[in-house]
C-alpha cells in the first residue's frame, strides 16, 4: 500500500467531519426551550416536550450498553403484567378495526398496509366520544361471506384526541372481541395520562389487551419514540420483523437512561398538565369560544368560528406578540413544559380578539357541536 500523507488523512478527517458545537448561536436551546414553553401545536409529526438538561446528566450515570435498555424492557414487562402465553400469526385478508380517528388510520403513511396487509375498518363512534362495544359489532366482520376481510385484530387507542375510554367499556369489548378469538390491540401512545388521570394502574389498563404500544416521547418528553409489549411469542416475531425492516438499535443506554428519567421525573407532572388545560378550557368557555373535543388530558380542541374569527388570524396574531405564541388550528396541546404564563396570555389574546368581533357586530351563530366531525381542523396554508 502507498504510504498516506498526513495531509491526505487530515482531509478526509475534514470532510467526515461535522461538529454541531461550531457554530451554534449561545443560548440557541435556551431559546428553543422558551419557545416549546409557549407552544400549543403538536401535529402528528411533531415531539413535545423537548429532553432537559437533567434528562441528560440522568441518563449519563446509567451504565453503559445494552443492560440499561434490557433493565427497562423488564421494568415495562413487569408494569404492563405482559408477558408469556401464545401468539397466532395473522395473515391477509384480514381487517383491523378501529375509531376512524385513529393514529393507526390517520397519521403513519397507511402503514397497517403496508407493512402486514391488513385493510382497515375506521369506524365513527354512534356516541361522538369513544367505540363501544354496539359500535364494534355494528361494525365487525366475520362469517363465511368471503366477499369480506375478517376482522382479525381490534384497535383501540387512548387517550384518543387527550379523550379517555370508559375500562368498562373497554372490558367489554375485549370479552366480547376474546369470545370470537378476536384480538385486541392498545395503542398506549398517551395511556401515561389515563393512569395519571384516573388513578387506575398502568397493569390493569392494559390488561383487556393483548398488545400494547407505549410511546416515551409523547407526554414523557424522552428521545425516541415507542415500546411495543405483548406475549413472548409476539415480541420475538415483532424484534425479527424489526430486524427486517433495518430498524435494530443498539448502546441505546443513553435513550433508555432518559426514558428511566422520565418515568421517574416526568410521568409525576401530568396531573398539573391536566390541571391547566382543564384550567384553559374554563377561560375559553367563559369567553364564549366553542369547546369541540374537552380537556380530558392535556389536550383541548375548540372552535375559532364561535367567536368570529379564524385559526389562521388567531396564529398570526399570537406569533406577533412580544412574547410570541406558537398555535396551529383547533388542537391545543399542553405538556410539561408549557407555562401558566403562555396559557394566560392565550385566553387574553382570545379575549381581545373575541372583544374585538363582538364590536363590529359578530353574533355566536347557534351551532350544534356534532360530535362525530372530526375535531381536528387544519390551518389553511
Ligand atoms: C405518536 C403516536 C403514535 C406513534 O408513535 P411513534 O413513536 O411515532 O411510533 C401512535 N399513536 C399515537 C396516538 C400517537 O400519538
Redesign the pocket.
Known sequence: MAQVSEATRAKVADEIRFDILQGVPEGENDLKRSQIARTFICL?HHILPVPTKEMYSYALQASLGDDISSALEAHIAKITGKRGGSFHAIRPPYTVLCDYRA??FKYEAGGAGFHSGAAVTPVIPSNGHHLTLDDVQANMVYGPEIAYAPTEVIAL?NTLNGTIIPQDEVIAISEFAHSKGIKMHL?G??IWHVAAETGISLKELVEPFDTV?L?F??GLGAPI??CLVGTKEYITRARRIRKLFGGGMRQTGLLSGSVAYALTYHFPLLPRVHALAHKLEKSLEDIGVTILSPAETCMIFYDAGSIGTTYDEIAERGAALPEPLFLGGSRLVLHIQTTEAAVSDFTKLIATIAEEKRKTGFVKPEVKVNGHQDVYVRRAH
Open positions: 402528528p393514529h393507526i387507542e395503542d401512545a398517551r404500544s410511546c416521547s409523547k419514540g415507542s
